[in-house]
């Protein structure tokens, strides 16, 4: 099997991407699988990595946002009938657009915040306007739209003035923002990891909340999450809201959800279709605790990946393939 590693990511996040590749690369390494490390930071190189991509079997993605977190190389290498790791590209691109996502998801049945979009509003003047004619109060939660992680550029926000302040941050990232209503309470992540055909769902509560700066998160010096596997009514809806979310947007990838807990209520926030590869990130984590070495959630990742294109006819030898690698 011959896979190629493609690493792309915002620029605020690249590093972390360049980190992860090397780790992914080392795996497949010790899993006597050929492997190739390409960094597509533009178009332009992505046009250079399509002359050869037909040359390999599968596309493991490592993105920290850009084009291999909204769908775009997804959308590609389905063009080009070749199988890639984590969700599909339609997931990708919906689950990316932070005000869409939010929308279809309260068909669900389950507490979203209220959240609105604000396109172009760059004054100060103009997002006060918004405010009171939607009925607004705060505290509020501001973040980009489309750009950046779940993290990175999220302001909790109690005043104009705070807007005012960190107002050219967020749109250093992203000139489309949403406003959200901010919810009391704490941080849960849930982890949906596939074990060949088996969803398995682990949740972990945050030690520090996702509206806390994200310097001062990651910079803290303390685990950002604990496990928690506890047998409890929160733990449990949270469990079956996770599954009620993977069936209805057809999830074939691991991912984690982000929810947060106001006393009995739980509220669905959003959902990341790319995972942290550290040993300490979330999802490997919590894999961890279902006995899931870290080696064999690469493996995993690929198997998905052979997977989704099983039964189509572009692609002839994945059953030898996955039969050869695992």
């Not at 250079?48 to 084009?67: A, M, P, Q, R």
């Not at 959200?180 to 972990?204: L, P, T």
């Not at 509220?267 to 300490?280: A, C, D, K």
Request: glycine share 6%.
């Amino acid at each position: 099997m011959r896979v190629l590693v493609t690493v792309s990511g915002l620029p605020h996040e690249y590093n972390l991407a360049q980190k992860a590749a090397k780790i992914v690369s080392k795996e497949l390494e010790n899993l006597d699988i050929y492997n190739e490390v390409v960094e597509l930071k533009n178009i332009e190189k992505l046009n250079d990595v399509l002359k050869y991509i037909e040359g390999f079997d599968l596309v493991y993605i490592v993105s920290y946002g850009g084009i291999g977190e909204n769908g775009v190389l997804q959308s590609i290498l389905e063009s080009y009938h070749i199988p890639y790791t984590g969700c599909s590209a339609t997931i990708s691109a919906v689950c990316r657009d932070k005000y869409f996502f939010s929308k279809l998801s309260k068909i669900l049945n389950i507490n979203t915040p209220k959240t609105f979009k604000v396109d172009g509003l760059i004054s100060i003047d103009s997002i006060e306007k918004f405010i009171t004619s939607n009925q607004m109060r705060f505290p509020l939660v501001m973040k980009p739209r489309f750009l950046s992680g779940s993290s990175h550029g999220v302001k909790k926000v109690n005043s104009l003035q705070d807007i005012q302040k960190n107002l050219p941050d967020i749109l250093n990232i992203d000139t489309h923002l949403v406003i959200q209503e901010y919810i009391e309470g704490n941080d849960y992540i849930v982890a949906a990891i596939f074990q060949g055909d088996e969803i398995k769902v682990g949740v972990s509560k945050a030690r520090i909340n996702k509206d806390i700066d994200f310097e001062e998160r990651y910079n803290s010096g303390e685990n950002m999450f604990i496990v928690d596997d506890s047998q409890n009514e929160i733990n449990s809806k949270l469990k079956k809201f996770t599954q009620n979310i993977l069936d209805y947007y057809e999830i074939d990838g691991a991912c984690y959800l982000d929810f947060r807990v106001c006393g009995e209520d739980v509220y669905f926030i959003e959902l990341g279709t790319m995972y942290g590869l550290s040993e300490n990130s979330v999802v490997p984590t919590l894999a961890k605790s279902f006995g899931i070495s870290f080696t064999d959630l690469i493996k995993n990742d690929i198997y998905r990946g052979l997977e989704r294109r099983k039964g189509s006819h572009e692609y002839k030898q994945e059953n030898v393939l996955y039969n050869n690698f695992w």
